[in-house]
């Protein structure tokens, strides 16, 4: 049996497979305090791990497959809606809440409310779902026993009732409401309706709430204003987390610019970087941040305004007097995106110097606050926002909460304009246990590999894939860190070859039309370039290439056919492809040819020469900021895709094993190399020597 298919059972420590006793989490949290864990890693509790443990455990190093509380869908019915058909519709909501009245409207012909046509609406991004006191399985309480939800006239569904020790009251989900209704600033209009989920959406009747969850970009993307409420934070602690985010960043760029001109300590560092792990902390309690609804939501609306528990506006502090500029989304997302530009900058610099002197007191704080603030930023999805790209939300879906697992899917289709599963038109009517989450990412893969075939494949899976599903992301997904100037998010892609997909056998495989070349290939002409005297100048140290692979073999599999010590000896870091390895990216340079060589080696001397090759996704432009201001002109690399021949009759012939990128101009210049590194890509076609068309199905 091939071992890249061989199923392998194995357990794990239970505690990795549901939440502990809060006392068992506050020992963990202890041990992580008290030293036990190495220096490197963060040793310091989080407010916001006790807060909101789903998205802040990763950031200690403890990584649990988590179930989230009160995983318990309602009860729905799998009758179909009988309702609004979406072309009726248009871009209008199904109902909007009258605020003055305190009643919800259906959507009527002319888009018509009441008696209002067209009426402009504001709506709100919030959380509730896990304060829900009725939701099935959650505990019931005496004190609570009085709490109602608020009353909205013109629906024939209860309100769900809010937790309001632990979320908000009745009165304070009133004074939003209220709040959403007046104008923001000079020139803005007064809006007496909102859309507001609890009060638009039967959320037990399954079918409706489908319905709606697949219109949710045309909801709040018509909506003339968005507001974003953070109930863990008051006015004043949200006003001061924000000014202190916004003075850290500014101080990162200042010690940025300083440093390159020799004029910084490593004490302007930390004074920043402690800083703006401190405000991220305070800001990440709120809930907000965990939610894989929300996290759309801030996709789709990047100009909401963010309002504390009291719903009133927050101002940044150098204009608070002149009643201007109530801080946003993007504001926040701008702070993100200036922070992070200089915190993975550093952090490249101060692991170096970390890894050379170990024993350096300083050296360790730098590094693991550096860490800490750029995990904060990544996980809680605030970088890939600013990036203003779908495929970055996708990644960062992993880190936020749900209650079904199929809400992994539903919960961030919408960045993609895609409505799939029962959310797509005609099929509110179908039974809910046809689509599971195994088949909405077959159907959000198959979307994403031919809109985007070069960036949803630029990942790489920290545990094998199943059988037949290497072509699009999964739960395993990790965005690598490629070592170039610009980040990863920032890059716009132009393809050099179409994905999509084909059912065979009721599974979906992926399919790839576009050119390939040998690895061997390849890693001939990227050592050549390498090593050749002319080009040391534009590559110092660097290798041209950078390869990451893939996790594509089980443990216990792979005992069979080798032990570490019989791998290559030029690859120190044994079978870094092998499931359960600390995962490190290999640098640009020497270790890179070494890996490359091992692997070559290795499929040739334990699977009969196994065919090895590269096919090209695309091709993309690294622009620093320091280009954008001169001019100067851009590095620019091509990105492959790494495959494996399996068997050339086989229903799949070629299995993903990781992906590269490859510099072939540096500031303008094409070093002469090896025709297969560009020239033959860029002109040779049919002539070339290295290239050549293949269109196949891989997994």
């Known amino acids: 049996m091939d071992p890249d298919t061989e199923e392998v059972t194995f357990s794990l420590d239970e505690s990795r497979l549901r939440w502990l006793p809060e006392d068992e989490e506050l020992k963990i949290l202890g041990r992580l305090g008290s030293g036990s864990v190495g220096s490197h890693e963060v040793q310091d509790v989080l407010k916001s791990f006790i807060e909101n443990p789903c998205a802040s455990l990763p950031l200690s190093g403890v990584y649990v497959n988590w179930v989230a509380d009160h995983e318990i869908v309602r009860d729905s019915t799998t009758e179909a809606y009988q309702g609004l058909h979406d072309d009726e519709l248009g871009c209008w909501p199904r109902r909007l809440l009258h605020v003055p009245t305190m009643t919800s409207l259906e959507w009527q012909p002319g888009n018509i409310y009441g008696d209002h046509i067209a009426p402009a609406y504001s709506a709100v991004s919030y959380t509730w779902g896990r304060y829900d006191l009725d939701i099935p399985g959650a505990k019931r309480q005496r004190k609570f026993r009085k709490v109602r939800g608020i009353k909205i006239m013109g629906i024939d569904w209860s309100v769900p009732r809010i937790n309001p020790v632990e979320q908000f009251s009745v009165d304070q989900f009133y004074n939003l409401i209220k709040r959403t209704c ?43 204003r968005v507001f974003v409420w953070l109930t863990k934070l008051r006015a004043e602690k949200l006003n001061h987390t924000i000014d202190i985010l916004a003075r850290s960043c500014d101080s990162a760029v200042a010690f940025a610019e300083a440093k390159q001109k020799g004029f910084c300590s490593p004490n302007d560092m930390m004074d920043w970087a402690g800083a703006a792990r401190a405000s991220l902390d305070e800001l990440f309690i709120d809930p907000w941040f965990t939610s894989l609804w929300t996290l759309q939501e801030a996709f789709l609306c990047p100009k909401a305004y963010l309002l504390p528990l009291e719903a009133t506006l927050i101002r940044p502090a150098s204009e608070r007097e002149s009643n201007n500029h109530p801080v946003t989304l993007s504001d926040l997302y701008s702070i993100s995106a200036g922070l992070s530009q200089v915190v993975v900058c550093e952090q490249a610099s101060v692991e170096r110097d970390w890894q050379a002197d170990q024993t350096n007191a300083d050296l360790t704080k730098q590094a693991k606050y550096l860490n800490e603030v750029n995990a904060m930023l990544t996980q809680r999805g605030l970088t890939a926002l600013a990036t203003r790209s779908p495929i970055a939300l996708y990644n960062v879906a992993q880190y936020r909460r749900t209650r079904a697992e199929t809400d992994r ?70 965005v690598p860190r490629l070592e170039i100037k610009s980040s990863i998010w920032s890059l716009r892609f132009h393809a050099m070859c179409v994905l999509s997909t084909k059912k065979i056998k009721a599974q979906r495989h992926g399919i790839f039309n576009g050119q390939i070349c040998d690895l061997a290939q390849l890693a001939v002409g990227w050592r050549r370039l390498h090593h050749d005297s002319h080009v040391e100048g534009f590559l110092g140290v660097g290798s041209p290439q950078q390869v990451i692979l893939d996790t594509a073999f089980r443990r216990n599999s792979i005992k069979k056919y080798s032990t570490r010590e019989e791998m290559d000896p030029e690859d120190p870091k044994g079978l870094l492809w092998m499931e359960g390895r600390d995962y490190r990216m290999v640098t640009r340079g020497e270790r890179q040819h070494h890996l490359v060589s091992a692997l070559i080696r290795f499929f040739a001397e334990k699977f009969d020469g196994a065919l090895l090759v590269v096919l090209l996704l695309g091709s993309f432009a690294d622009v620093s900021v320091e280009d954008e201001a001169t001019a100067a002109p851009p590095d620019k690399y091509h990105v492959g895709l790494i495959l494996r021949c399996l068997n050339v009759d086989a229903v799949i012939p070629w299995k993903r094993l990781g992906i590269c990128i490859w510099q072939y101009e540096y500031g303008g210049v094409i070093p002469e190399a090896d025709a297969c590194l560009h020239s033959d890509i860029a002109g040779h076609g049919d002539r070339s020597t290295c290239w050549r068309h293949l269109s196949d199905s891989f997994g």
């Not at 209009?189 to 009060?199: P, S």
């Not at 959320?203 to 219109?215: D, F, L, S, Y």
């Not at 246990?433 to 077959?442: A, G």
Request: hydrophobic content about 35%.
């Open 182 to 224: 007046d104008p923001v600033g000079d020139g803005d209009i007064r809006t007496d309706f909102l859309w507001l989920d609890v009060a638009c959406i039967d959320q037990n009747n399954g079918p409706q709430k489908m319905a709606e969850i697949g219109r949710q970009a045309v909801i709040f993307e018509g909506a003339h």
């Open 409 to 478: 899917v539903y919960g961030i289709q919408q960045v993609f304009h895609l409505r799939l599963g029962l959310s797509a038109p005609g099929c509110n009517g179908l039974d809910p246990k046809l689509f599971h989450r195994s088949n909405l990412e077959d159907e959000l893969g198959a979307a994403l590999a031919e809109d985007y075939p070069v960036a949803s494949q630029l990942h790489y899976f920290t545990q094998p894939a199943d059988e037949g599903t290497g072509w699009r992301m999964s739960a395993s997904s990790q």
